[in-house]
């Protein structure tokens, strides 16, 4: 295992090097390759850890670091398989998506660079359990997520985009390092097991702080609300296989890393349910109340992932209540949702995101409002946006209803028997879960109706290309486990038993749990696969009644009215009008309108700009606000490089005197006291 | 099993029943009872006129709304005997089928490209997200009651103890009712007699809708209707011989349709704008429940 793990790495690195040396037509085509082969050795090594040997080994390091153990365990696995999967399908879809820039070569090598290092570097993070090369490994993931988001960067809001990214990834790795560093100096070990002894041995108090402070550094990868202002910024800006594998898995390592966390830290676990519950279902409605109102649609997912992170964080929030009651089925549910979710979620995302791209890159607009009838000219890409649409919104017969049930049946097991807080805290998760389903359904019969249905509203369908197969055939095997999942998802209960048997600690979970869900699970996929067996039979018997019957195509009926245009069609704006006056006092719409008015009315006008309270309050204003303190000092930016050495003088004088000076200090106060 | 054949029973003569009621209510002489059934078998047998801009997406909408309701009925018991789908949980399945459905009509209105089906396809998505809370925590609080997860164990293990308890079967009638008429529509949301494009919501969404398609929408909020009267008699049954049963059933459907009619006669719609405060009132009733039956089991601290 151990040779597989380095060819894995050492793939990555030869690859960069030979990479620029290809012809475009090449790269496209050496990079597909590298990646299954790294997909295929991650995968061996995977799977050889479900069936019964984790991997267990420690290179040297150095006198810096220490030792630096690399354990591949169940958990890690599971993550492998989902990162893996989705970079693979992202690899071939972006192979096509990316034709449209086949002249910018230099900038190509660089991204397909940049794109194998961040999957290298993601299924490292999943394995190495010594902090600073973790946090070193964290950093190349970052950069390299950073380079993929901005192939496009001669444009500004790109630009713009990716340094906010840039910025905010840092201050992720800022928590990071300084949560580290703190086990570090208590312990002197960066080895994970450091983060065990250290936490057994403290307060409970200070070990629910130091949980707080890896999981503020993990939820800002992650998107929890309020540390989510980077995604919806940061996928729009990037090309659709990034924004798709960046949603579906890049964002997920922050999930591994709470995970991870959890696993390894020893501490009042009931208080951590409570804070993980609460701060999900808040991050689930909040984005998905967000998405509603977007107008880009790569935007409107990106709440959707903020949303979707929030349903994991619930399903981990049961499961750490689970740990802290000692209560065997919610531990199972809890984590079992959240796993299981995550690989969901990957899939419905990654396709979502896939199938936005191929709309951009054949009409070159995502804005919800100037689209329409796309179905007529992209029907193979408008059907796989629909499971996709489906899948999110957890709609049986397809897999996000598996992971939403199993959260539910969570939350409505623990109603009962842990006491009247819990009682209180299930309902509220529950009432959240469930207007996140009814909000996703608004939110997604929107995207969808308004892109792909009715009439084109402002660019025709003339100027619309023709599908090509080839855009579309990298997704059918995500449609293909999203059935999977959906039809047979007892299948993958057994797998996801394994990671979640290790939060059971010592007890491992009782196998009559896995089978009594595994049972209930099963029945559900039958239903599902009995609902596509009615949704078929009565569209059979519809079409054997309607053979016999006049059929004939006419305008839309319109009260009499026989000159419909697409401009009385409905818009994503007027679609959601009732629900944007609903929701005005909570967010900040800007609105702007000129009514058409007198006998020969004017150009009437109509735009809202959704802006996010939070990112308003958390970002903007205090920014405002430093800005404005540091610009009285801007005379010191004279431009004069003189100026800049005295600087530098100046710096350098003061490192060597301020340790001098505070041993003066000391002295003094020394001599002081003798007085 | 039984169930089932209770509520196709049922919904023949549902809608009927309302109609019949509006009308000697207000002194008209009115349809017979089985009219509407005849309507719909008249569509049944009809052509139909589909609009230039649908898809695919017109064609195949009504057939996933009618199997996702005949779906969803299966999970719904009948005191002591269980619907053919059960299983802990199985109201969660229901819900999400029932919305399944619900997404196909609200594309399908879409898809027409007409503003009057926009706009209902828009109140519909709003109202019934609103809407769902309600149903969760009414289901939510009797699980915490009985400590059970699945309708038929809900359902049967539900005993009327206390006074409090006829309070909470009273409420949950009142809130599935109400859920009922915004699910399909009914006043005092929406008026479905009203010409057909001044109805706000459902009606409007299948204004394009003709022929087999037409009437297979038609008979879904029948049957969606006798689903509703079908959980509403169970809160009656508990766990009876099935003699006792089917006629509770039956009078619990009667009475639920005549009560509909009575309230259709004499109540007019809402302005557009109040339906969302009206709707909202559900959940605070269903919380009502929740903190009923947290009394009922002294879990106040």
């Not at chain 1, 984005?287 to 109102?293: E, S, T």
């Not at chain 1, 195509?553 to 818009?571: L, M, R």
């Not at chain 2, 997406?57 to 009925?73: E, H, K």
Request: charged share 10%; glycine share 8%; aromatic share 14%.
């Amino acid at each position: 295992m151990k040779h597989l793990i380095e060819a894995f790495n050492l793939i990555a690195i030869a690859a960069a090097i030979i990479l620029p040396l290809l012809k475009v037509k090449w790269k496209g085509i050496a990079t597909v390759t590298a990646i299954s082969v790294q997909v295929a050795l991650a995968s061996i090594v995977s799977i050889s850890v479900f069936t019964g040997s984790l991997v267990e080994y420690s290179y040297v390091g150095s006198y810096i670091t220490g030792a630096i153990p690399i354990r591949v365990d169940y958990l890690s696995a599971w993550f492998i398989l989902v990162i893996s999967f989705t970079f693979l399908t992202g690899a071939f879809f972006g192979m096509q998506y990316m034709k449209q820039y086949k002249d910018q070569t230099a900038n190509l090598s660089l991204h397909a660079i940049a794109y194998l290092l961040a999957y290298t570097t993601l299924i490292d993070i999943c394995i190495v359990q010594n902090g600073l090369a973790f946090l070193i490994v964290w950093e190349i993931m970052a950069l390299s997520s950073f380079i993929i988001i901005i192939f496009e960067h001669t444009k500004k809001d790109v630009l713009k985009a990716g340094i906010n990214f840039l910025i905010q990834s840092h201050i992720c790795i800022l928590f990071l390092t300084l949560s580290f560093m703190w086990v570090k100096i208590k312990t002197g070990t960066f080895d994970f097991t450091g983060i065990t002894t250290y936490s057994s041995q403290v307060p409970i108090l200070i070990s629910v702080g130091l949980f707080i402070f890896f999981f503020f550094g993990f939820a800002i990868k992650a998107g929890f609300v309020p540390f989510h202002t980077w995604l919806p910024l940061a996928h729009p800006a990037a090309p659709a296989h990034v924004s798709g594998v960046m949603s579906g898995v890049i964002i997920k390592i922050g999930i591994y890393g709470i995970l991870r966390i959890i696993l390894l830290i020893k501490t009042d676990f009931i208080a951590i349910g409570y804070f993980i519950l609460i701060i999900s279902v808040i991050s689930g409605l909040y984005g998905v109340m967000l998405a509603i109102i977007q107008h880009n649609l790569k935007k409107l997912l990106a709440y959707h992932s903020i949303e979707n992170i929030g349903i994991i964080g619930m399903g981990i929030g049961l499961g750490c209540l689970g740990i802290g009651y000692n209560n065997q089925p919610l531990i199972f549910l809890g984590f079992g949702g959240a796993l299981l979710h995550t690989l969901n979620h990957s899939l419905f995302k990654s396709l979502l995101f896939f199938t936005s791209g191929n709309v951009y890159r054949y009409v070159h607009s995502l804005n919800i409002d100037s689209l329409g009838g796309l179905i007529r000219k992209l029907p193979r890409t408008a059907i796989l946006f629909l499971i996709g649409s489906l899948a999110i919104c957890g709609l049986p017969p397809f897999n996000g209803f598996i992971s939403e049930f199993l959260i539910y049946i969570g939350m409505f097991k623990s109603i009962t028997g842990l006491g009247f807080s819990v009682t209180v805290l299930m309902m509220f998760a529950i009432l959240g879960l469930v207007l996140i389903g009814g909000l996703a359904m608004i939110c997604f019969t929107k995207a969808f109706s308004i892109v792909f249905l009715g009439t084109p509203r402002h660019i025709s369908l003339e100027e619309v290309h023709n599908e090509e197969k080839s855009s579309v055939t990298p997704l059918y095997p995500i449609v293909f486990f999203i059935l999977v999942i959906g039809l047979i998802p007892s299948l993958f209960l057994n797998v996801i038993s394994l990671p979640i048997s290790q939060y059971a600690g010592a007890m491992p979970i009782n196998t009559e749990i896995i089978t009594d869900y595994g049972k209930t699970l099963s029945l559900i996929g039958l239903y599902a696969a009995i609902l596509i067996a009615f949704v078929i039979l009565v569209y059979l018997v519809r079409r054997s009644i309607n053979k016999n019957t006049i059929q004939s195509v006419n305008e839309t009926w319109g009260c009499g009215y026989v000159g419909p245009t697409n401009k009385v069609q409905y818009t994503a704006s007027s679609y959601i009008r009732t629900y944007r006056k609903l929701v005005q006092p909570i967010f900040k719409i800007r609105k702007f309108k000129t009514d058409a008015l007198g006998i020969f009315p004017n150009k009437a006008h109509h735009e809202t700009h959704p802006y996010d309270k939070i990112e308003e309050w958390l970002i903007d204003k205090p920014l405002g606000l430093i800005r404005r303190f540091l610009s009285h000092f801007t005379f010191l930016q004279n431009g004069n490089v003189q100026a800049y050495i005295l600087y530098g003088f100046i710096f350098i004088t003061l490192i060597v005197l301020i340790p001098e000076i505070y041993e003066k200090f000391l002295l003094l106060i020394k001599f002081l006291n003798q007085l | 099993m039984i169930s089932l054949l209770l509520i196709i029973v049922a919904s023949l003569f549902f809608t009927g029943i309302i109609i019949r009621t509006k009308s000697i209510a207000s002194g008209r002489k009115g349809p017979g009872v089985f009219q509407p059934m005849k309507d719909i078998f008249r569509l049944f047998r009809k052509g139909a006129v589909y609009s230039k801009t649908t898809s695919i997406i017109f064609q195949i909408a009504p057939s996933f709304y009618f199997a996702s309701i005949l779906m969803a009925i299966l999970a719904v018991p009948l005191g002591n005997y269980p619907g053919l789908i059960s299983f802990q949980g199985d109201f969660i399945l229901f819900a999400y089928l029932l919305a399944f459905g619900k997404f196909f009509m609200i594309i399908s209105a879409l898809d027409t490209g007409s503003s009057f089906e926009g706009m209902g396809a828009s109140r519909e998505s709003l109202f019934s997200m609103l809407a769902e809370p309600a149903f969760f925590i009414v289901m939510g609080s009797f699980a915490l009651l009985t400590g059970q997860t699945s309708f038929h164990a809900i359902f049967s293990t539900l005993h009327y103890g206390s006074n409090i308890s006829y309070m909470l079967g009273i409420l949950a009638t009142f809130v599935f009712g109400i859920i009922a008429l915004i699910e399909n529509s009914r006043m005092p949301i929406d008026d479905p007699k009203t010409h057909l494009e001044l109805t706000m919501i459902h009606e409007v969404m299948i204004l394009d809708n003709s022929g087999f398609d037409l009437g297979l929408i038609l008979h879904a909020t029948n049957l969606k209707f006798a689903m509703y009267g079908a959980i509403i008699s169970n809160f009656f049954i508990g766990d009876l011989p099935l003699m006792y049963t089917i006629p509770i059933f039956l009078a619990v459907q009667v009475g639920f349709a005549i009560a509909i009619g009575i309230f259709e006669s004499f109540i007019a719609r809402f302005r557009m704008g109040h339906n969302p405060q009206f709707v909202f009132i559900l959940t605070s009733v269903a919380l009502l429940i929740f903190f009923g039956v947290l009394l009922l089991l002294q879990r106040f601290v």
